[in-house]
């Protein structure tokens, strides 16, 4: 079971760090992502990592500004959101695939929690 948490209100420019806790053993075994959905638009890939979190992929969107990681002693992924544009607004979601490596495709992922809003004024 996933949940993401930490979204909120932030002027443009700001920061805001997510975390996903999740449940299990398995935890460390498989790769995890973050994924936002704005009003009217399909649910885009933002950022993954595998396994062991040694290996991370963003999207061209937020490379630079966002750093994904994962604290497998806490069971625990992390977004951490610096330079927040208004573009950013969505929801944000955290998922997990099933295996170790790590990928950008929402049908890949079979573990989604309850997203996070994410508002982003100018």
């Known amino acids: 079971q996933l949940q993401a948490s930490g979204g909120g209100l932030v002027q443009a420019g700001g920061s805001l760090r997510l975390s996903c806790p999740g449940s299990?053993?398995?935890?460390?075994?498989?790769?995890m992502g973050w994924f936002r959905q704005a009003p009217g638009k399909e649910r885009e890939f933002v950022a993954t990592?595998?396994?062991?979190?040694?290996?991370?992929d963003y999207a061209d969107s937020v490379k630079g500004r966002f750093t994904i990681s994962r604290d497998n002693t806490k069971n625990t992924m992390y977004l951490q959101m610096n330079s927040l544009k208004p573009e950013d607004t969505a929801v944000y979601y955290c998922?997990?695939?099933?295996?170790?490596?790590?990928?950008?495709?929402?049908?890949?992922?079979?573990?989604w929690g309850q997203g996070t809003q994410v508002t982003v004024s100018s």
């Open positions: 990592i595998n396994s062991s979190g040694g290996s991370v």
């Open positions: 998922a997990a695939r099933s295996i170790s490596w790590h990928g950008r495709e929402v049908k890949w992922y079979t573990s």
């Open positions: 299990g053993r398995a935890f460390s075994s498989f790769a």
